[in-house]
């Protein structure tokens, strides 16, 4: 059975370029977030989505940020010109439609020149 | 407000046991959560109370109050792999709460 997968696991990008963020959930689960962890810090809640929806995005920057996670593949967090305050490790977690344990992904560590 | 406390560093000796604790005020609970989280690495799942009481779990336990607002993970018999940060997470409705996480230096 494979966990949570992400990739890149490292992902670097110039100030005012995109970075794509993907993520698979484990297989079954329906349920999608996206977390982002500063050096140093807690892991703060960004986004939760289940297919084609989202349900709350209430830790989401209000500008330059989207997700999704699409009927078929993976679910993408996408930040548009990126700044050096982006740089931090982002991380997926999926759980499955009747349980409220999150099981995450090894994360995505964006540094941002 | 959304709040969750917890101790930012502690320090034990291998062998020993090791008592963290955390407090919580959130606007919904639909459970309590902890999270092992090595430097670098992903949190990985130690444990989930909705319930008040202990829960049991081979060198961990999991104790919750909710009418206090309090949980504590209990880790026995200390490893040096267990050096590592431990994080409180409340579900609140439809999303995970996280504290800051306490980092746990096992000492030989």
């Known amino acids: 059975n494979a966990g949570v997968m992400q990739n890149p696991r490292h992902l670097v990008r110039r100030r005012g370029q995109e970075a794509r963020l993907r993520c698979s959930p484990v297989k079954g689960h329906s349920h999608v977030y996206w977390y982002r962890q500063l050096p140093e810090e807690g892991l703060k809640f960004m986004v939760y989505?289940?297919?084609?929806?989202?349900?709350?995005e209430s830790g989401m920057p209000k500008e330059r940020f989207s997700a999704e996670f699409p009927k078929e593949g993976p679910s993408i967090l996408r930040i548009q010109q990126v700044v050096r305050g982006d740089s931090a490790a982002y991380f997926c977690?999926?759980?499955?439609?009747?349980?409220?344990?999150?099981?995450f992904g090894p994360g995505t560590r964006l540094t941002v020149l | 407000g959304q709040n969750i406390d917890q101790p930012t560093e502690m320090t034990a000796t291998e062998g020993a046991i090791v008592q963290i604790n955390c407090t919580y005020q959130?606007?919904?609970?639909?459970?309590l959560f902890w999270y092992q989280q090595h430097a670098g690495e992903a949190p990985t799942f130690l444990s989930y109370n909705v319930l008040d009481g202990l829960e049991e779990k081979g060198r961990f336990s999991s104790f919750l109050s909710r009418s206090k607002g309090y949980s504590y993970l209990l880790l026995k018999e200390l490893q040096m792999k267990d050096s590592a940060s431990y994080l409180c997470?409340?579900?609140?409705?439809?999303?995970?709460?996280f504290g800051t996480g306490t980092r746990l230096q096992v000492f030989p």
């Open positions: 977690a999926s759980s499955p439609l009747d349980t409220d344990t999150r099981y």
């Open positions: 989505l289940q297919k084609e929806n989202i349900i709350d």
């Open positions: 959130t606007s919904g609970f639909n459970g």
């Open positions: 997470a409340v579900s609140d409705t439809d999303k995970l709460i």
